[in-house]
């Protein structure tokens, strides 16, 4: 008796386990096929040419499917960008306006199953505090090269920002 129960509690466990491996995970990490260094320009809070040129790229999302849609911006694009296979490939680049030095950084990319959305974080660590009274400003681009997305595809992107040694306080 002590046998059959020994054996009917190692499967009701075994049976338990299964049943949490069977859950879908609700988020798929993706490949990143180039990670692009970040482009940025320092400019003078009073430059107002800077200001005129980059404001209108602040906090935008662009996703590139061929080389007809890569925009004009103010830092142009290198012929490595221009070379991309769009066949197989998809561009997303992000925006950034900002009164903090870019220390490190790294990106992620992955896909919500439950929203069924593509999603890119940047995560973005400096050494300065953000001051908004900063007269030091930067214009700066993001972009990663990703596999071939569907042209109906629901895409995140977002920017987060934490000071790389300690807190904000």
């Known amino acids: 008796m002590k046998y059959l129960t020994s054996i009917l509690i190692a499967l009701c466990l075994l049976c338990s386990c299964k049943r949490h491996n069977d859950e879908p995970p609700t988020e798929t990490l993706l490949p990143i096929a ?8 320092a400019f003078h809070i009073s430059d107002s040419d ?24 103010p830092l142009g694009f290198s012929d ?10 998809t561009l ?18 992955y896909h919500d199953n439950i929203k069924n959305t593509y999603n890119w974080a940047i995560r973005v660590r400096t050494a300065n505090i953000p001051d908004g009274s900063s007269e030091q ?8 090269l990703v596999k071939k997305l569907p042209a109906d595809a629901d895409i995140t992107i977002w920017l987060s920002v934490g000071l790389l040694i300690g807190g904000w306080d």
């Open 34 to 41: 180039e990670s692009y260094l970040p482009a940025t320009v």
């Open 50 to 73: 800077w200001i005129e040129a980059t404001k209108e790229w602040a906090d935008k999302k662009i996703i590139v499917n061929e080389l007809s849609e890569l925009p004009t911006d």
């Open 80 to 89: 490595a960008y221009k070379a991309i296979n769009f066949n197989e490939y």
């Open 92 to 109: 997303l680049i992000y925006y950034d306006i900002h009164n903090w030095k870019i220390d490190t950084y790294r990106n992620q990319y």
């Open 137 to 144: 400003w930067y214009f700066t681009r993001y972009a990663i």
